[in-house]
């Protein structure tokens, strides 16, 4: 490495995006390399289910922050005798208000090693505005990629449209903080598999006693007593005695217990909720779940907004009231503990009534407990597939890859001062010949093949992401009648497009406001009011076709969408809408 080159390693400045799997190795191999700058952003906390593949982390810093953790270890481990070191850890959401455009703009690049669509559109849209290279990557499995992603020069993260949410899912969201139906959805599966298949300790669903041991403390406000108001059940005493002692695994426990439904209720529902309640850090910035009352919700004869939704629809698109899901968890467990005793380990099979009956209904009650959208019978069977094992060997390859496409980078550009006082124009002359996407392969007639590259593709002129010249426009079919407010700010726009903080007015010169995100952070509840609203009572919005202009400052990002009322078949689409762009269902 010459010392030109080594010079721009140890003056650039880095951002890393993730502090998992990926970002582990990264900070890594950039520590090893030379880099001397370097920001790591990561949320979450470190779970014992990280420790097989997260490799800067051990079992003492369970429950403590991924990106203070690495941060410590690669300055301790791999630059103990380097000069001029200045690695810093943040602990937040990279999609909060203060990471804004400037944020980004201090920095020679980004690698993105996050594992969730919405926050990856949301940094490739940053890296956009900011005019600052961005390294994309990801991996599912055995299989891995990376690109480069440069305004106006390569195309970014949202150039293929839309992007769908994998079958890839953190273990330490599935069993902590799951936000998605589909996380419980996944959660239930990996119960089935503990309690009745082949046991797989790594994926165990209940939190672990070294996790509050280690970095985390109770809370004071009482949020930690049981939901029974100072009453406890036969089931319950049993269940604050069993936990007394160090942690087991929910499949030596039920064993215990002889699969005894009413108290496996009790330790998944309640008392496993009251544990990850005692554990400060990850509510933060977090809504709290709550706690199930069996009790209760046995004599609970009303239903919720949601099963009064479920008008004339039949079978299995029925919403189960939270009394059926009681009911039925109960006699599934039942069933299935029987079936363990005369046949052995059972396989989860979607066509299987009594296995689906069992995860439609212990995910339902998961749910409850996060305030997560409950799904149907038909929602949960066709949302629950295979899902994709994280491998660390693939992990390990892309961390370094991206290291390598990071020194190429550099080759190419200045750092610093220079670069940032350079034109777009200048930049992307320097960078024309650079970005590479990358691949590694699962399988290959030659060996060779396990790695391939190709040029990075142009801009698609169109795109939703970092078309610049002209503001993309979208069409969202739904019906007016039928959705409210929330259900387009909340579902289309920052779910599915991937907005933070979005404005929605009409697209002319009226300057009228439909929805504000400040209107939600400064009246709360007429907000929330507002929102329960249908699209078809909202003054400015009319059937069969409105257009408005969705805003969003922080992005600096603008798009139209056009909305069409239309009676949707939610079989086929598998949701309330669906989305055009230039035509072309995305």
């Excluded at 190429?408 to 750092?415: A, D, F, M, Y």
Aim: proline share 4%; charged share 25%; hydrophobic share 35%.
């Amino acid at each position: 490495m010459d010392k030109q080159l080594r010079d721009k390693i140890e003056r650039c400045k880095v951002l890393l995006v993730g502090a998992g799997g990926i970002g582990c190795e990264v900070l890594k191999n950039l520590t090893l390399t030379g880099f001397k700058n370097i920001d790591a952003i990561d949320l979450d906390t470190i779970d014992v289910s990280n420790l097989n593949r997260q490799f800067l982390f051990n079992k003492s810093n369970v429950g403590q922050s991924k990106s203070e953790v690495a941060i410590e270890i690669a300055k301790r481990e791999y630059a103990p005798t380097q000069d001029g070191l200045n690695l810093k850890a943040i602990h937040k959401s990279i999609t909060l208000s203060e990471f804004d455009v400037d944020f980004f703009r201090q920095y020679s690049f980004v690698i993105n090693a996050l594992d969730n669509r919405a926050a990856r559109s949301h940094v490739n849209r940053m890296c956009l505005a900011a005019e600052i290279p961005l390294l994309e990557s990801g991996t599912a499995g055995y299989t891995g990629q990376l690109k480069l992603i440069k305004n106006s020069l390569y195309a970014c993260y949202e150039c293929d449209g839309l992007q769908k949410e994998g079958r890839t899912f953190a273990t330490c969201t599935i069993r902590n903080t799951p936000s998605q139906p589909i996380h419980c959805i996944v959660w239930a599966k990996h119960l089935f598999h503990q309690l009745f298949g082949e046991d797989d300790p790594d994926n165990d669903v209940s939190p672990q006693m070294e996790q509050q041991a280690n970095g985390s403390s109770h809370t004071s406000n009482g949020t930690s007593d049981s939901t029974n108001n100072g009453t406890e059940t036969e089931a319950q005493s049993e269940i604050d005695s069993s936990n007394k002692p160090k942690s087991i695994s929910t499949r030596e426990w039920a064993n215990t217990y002889s699969y005894d439904p009413l108290l496996l209720f009790e330790k998944l529902y309640n008392y496993d909720i009251k544990y990850l309640l005692s554990m400060d850090n990850l509510w933060k910035e977090r809504a709290r779940p709550s706690q199930l009352d069996y009790t209760k919700l046995t004599q609970d004869q009303g239903s919720t907004s949601a099963e009064s939704n479920n008008g004339f629809k039949l079978g299995n698109q029925r919403l189960w009231t939270l009394k059926e899901c009681v009911e039925v968890f109960c006699d599934s467990v039942n069933k299935l503990y029987d079936r363990l005793k005369t046949s052995g380990y059972q396989h989860w099979d979607k066509d299987d009534e009594v296995a689906l009956n069992f995860v439609v209904a212990a995910s339902n009650l998961r749910s409850k407990c996060f305030n997560i959208e409950r799904k149907s019978p038909f929602d949960v069977k066709s949302l629950a597939g295979n899902i994709v094992p994280a491998i660390s060997s693939t992990n390990s390859i892309v961390g370094g890859l991206l290291v390598l496409q990071a020194i190429r980078l550099l080759k190419s550009i200045p750092v610093g001062e220079e670069y940032r006082k350079m034109n777009d124009a200048a930049r992307n002359e320097l960078l024309k010949d650079t970005g590479k996407m990358t691949f590694v392969n699962f399988t290959s007639l030659t060996r060779k093949d396990l790695i391939s590259s190709y040029e990075c593709a142009p801009p698609v002129p169109t795109c939703l992401g970092c078309s610049r010249g002209n503001v993309p426009e979208i069409e969202v079919h739904l019906s007016m009648k039928d959705t409210t407010l929330a259900d387009l700010v909340d579902k289309v726009i920052i779910n599915t497009l991937a907005f933070v903080c979005p404005d929605i007015g009409l697209n002319d010169d009226s300057g009228i406001i439909i929805w504000s995100k400040d209107e939600e952070t400064e009246d709360p509840e007429s907000s929330s009011k507002n929102k329960q609203r249908r699209l078809i009572e909202l003054p400015h919005i009319k059937p069969p076709k409105t257009r408005l202009l969705i805003s969003d400052l922080i992005q600096d990002k603008q798009i139209v969408m056009v909305l069409i009322d239309e009676l949707i078949d939610e079989e086929k689409h598998n949701n309330f809408f669906y989305a055009r762009l230039n035509g072309d269902e995305v």
